[in-house]
């Protein structure tokens, strides 16, 4: 294996891997804030958004 494909290779991998870890990252990220958004509506917290579709 040449240098240059061994460059291309390590760079392809880093790429990868810094993708897999920002998917994951975002993933987490969403369960906690849907843990979050359901403790809120559990204590009686609603959404304003929720006000405006009730007359």
Do not use: C, F, N
């Not at 958004?37 to 204590?43: G, M």
Request: proline share 2%.
């Amino acid at each position: 294996m040449s240098a240059h494909a061994l460059y291309v290779t390590a760079a392809y991998a880093i790429t990868a891997i810094v993708l897999a870890g920002l998917i994951g990252w975002i993933l987490l990220d969403q369960r906690a804030r849907k843990r979050e958004l359901a403790a809120l509506e559990a204590a009686g917290v609603r959404r304003r958004s929720d006000k405006a579709t009730k007359p």
